[in-house]
């Protein structure tokens, strides 16, 4: 799918200036999305009691683990928190408070090594990709690759993926929507989220997942894409309906799940 942005300015009925850019994925097979059909809807109930300023959603296999970030006040201290849901009933088996994490936010999370990983950052940390401890109630930010210095410091990190071995991160280099797309990295081998590999997608995902072999990702509130994991290239777009737009998603026993309007947690069958 192909974005242009354009700009208009006019002055007594001339036009004065005229722009054109933006992310452009055109170089991208075109691909028609499929619907998908909802397998499992649950209710969130009462934690939907305030809108959300952003969802993320991983696994560790057995569970499925949602962040919650109010909108307001904001910077968001003592407004977050991650809960832990059963996956067969949507019943929430714990709940884990980031108040102890000043100015800290959440973009994606993944699982790795036996540990949830996040893209995110903190006022006092800075922006990278974190360790989050799960102890008792509380959950609190630890070891982490902060944003490498090939980065503009307006460019920022968003969807974050593993495979088990490498992470995949969707980034925006420049801070300019010049560059955006993906790096590829083992984290072992690396003491900051580098630049390169560097795969130009022509959009920076917001949410990612790893599942099947493939990439899963969000660039928009409308349509997941599958991505060859090597070359980024969009093998199928689905959609889902309604749209919304949250951007948390998880592929996951074989659905993809995402939150609806902050009321519901849903798993879609990939057809």
Known sequence: MKTIKYCLLLLFGIVILSCGGGADDSTQPQVSAIPMTIAHQFDLGSIAGAAAFTWALASDGTSIYLHRQVLYPFPPDNTQ???????????????????????????????????????????????????????????????????????????????????????????????????????????????????????????????????????????STSFVKKIDPISGVTLQEYSHSPSYSRQGMLHFNGLLWMVQDDTKLIGYNIP
């Open 81 to 219: 928190d991650i809960l832990k849901i059963d996956p067969t009933t949507g019943a929430i088996t714990a709940t884990y408070s980031l108040s102890s994490c000043a100015a800290c936010w959440i973009s994606d999370m993944t699982w790795y090594n036996g540990m949830l990983w996040v893209s995110g950052g903190g006022y006092y940390l800075g922006s990278g990709i974190f360790q989050v401890n799960l102890v008792a109630t509380v959950a609190s930010f630890s070891n982490g690759l902060l944003k490498g210095a090939g980065f503009a410091p307006s460019g920022g990190l968003e969807g974050v993926a593993t495979d088990g071995t490498n992470f995949y991160v969707g980034v925006d280099i420049s801070g300019s929507n010049s560059t955006l797309g993906m790096v590829t990295f083992e984290p072992s081998l690396n003491t900051s989220v580098p630049t390169t590999p560097y795969l130009n997608l022509g959009y920076q995902p917001k949410s990612m997942s790893y599942g099947g072999g493939y990439l899963w990702a969000i660039s």
